[in-house]
């Protein structure tokens, strides 16, 4: 039974450049949230995605968006790129939004 | 506003003993807790949680306790063994359907000793 798994592990982008990075829920989920690590801090929400549609939202700016396809599989995208997106990037998937969330590994995003 | 805060970065714990950590909030809309634990290089990875109609959950080695005049939460591991060694961070979320959107605390890291 896979889990949530997250593609790629890392990246390496320059400022202004967009970003897209990939999720696949855990089996039997319909629900991905994804989540911004930076160093030394706790996870910081960013958006769920339940039936294709983004259902809630941090308090992240618009240069942040993502999708949901209809296997449950979600993308990040980040436009515009500033040196202070540099993070890690968590998937979480669950079913219909209830706790607890399974977390992916991970994308560690460089930003120079 | 940090509405989760762990407020002991790190804490060093010999093998065999109680390792307690603690976790405060400021929102009282908080109904829903999770402990996670995390690895290097992994995802966190879901250990224990307690709804706010409780004080108290136990899963084996692990108990979490709640004490919502305080608004404080505590983990307790018994008996802490070396592969606890990792950072464990507090979540609390509220709302029905809304327990995707989890608030962090910045984390502590659990080392534990021989």
């Known amino acids: 039974d896979a889990g949530v798994t997250q593609s790629p592990t890392h990246l390496i982008k320059t400022r202004g450049q967009q970003v897209t990075l990939r999720c696949s829920p855990k089996s039997g989920h319909d629900t991905v949230s994804w989540y911004q690590q930076a160093l030394g801090q706790g996870p910081q929400f960013i958006f769920q995605y339940y039936e294709e549609e983004e259902r809630q939202r941090g308090n992240f700016p618009d240069r942040f968006s993502g999708h949901q396809f209809p296997n449950y599989s979600s993308e990040l995208n980040v436009n515009a790129l500033l040196l202070g997106d540099s993070a890690l990037y968590l998937c979480?998937?669950?079913?219909?939004?209830?706790?607890?969330?399974?977390f992916g590994n991970g994308t560690r995003l460089t930003v120079t | 506003d940090q509405q989760v805060k762990q407020n002991s970065p790190s804490l060093s714990v010999q093998e065999g003993r109680i390792s307690i950590l603690n976790c405060d909030y400021t929102?009282?809309?908080?109904?829903?807790f999770l402990w996670y634990k995390k690895y290097p290089a992994e995802g966190p990875t879901f250990l224990i949680s307690i709804s706010s109609i409780k004080d108290k959950n136990e899963d084996g080695r692990f108990t979490v306790f709640l004490n919502k005049s305080a608004k404080h939460l505590s983990l307790h591991i018994v008996p802490s063994q070396p592969g606890d060694s990792a950072v464990y961070f507090c979540a609390a979320s509220w709302g029905t359907g809304t327990a995707s959107k989890l608030t962090f605390g910045t984390g502590t890291r659990l080392q534990v000793t021989l």
């Open positions: 929102n009282s809309m908080f109904d829903y």
């Open positions: 979480a998937s669950g079913y219909r939004g209830q706790s607890p969330l399974h």
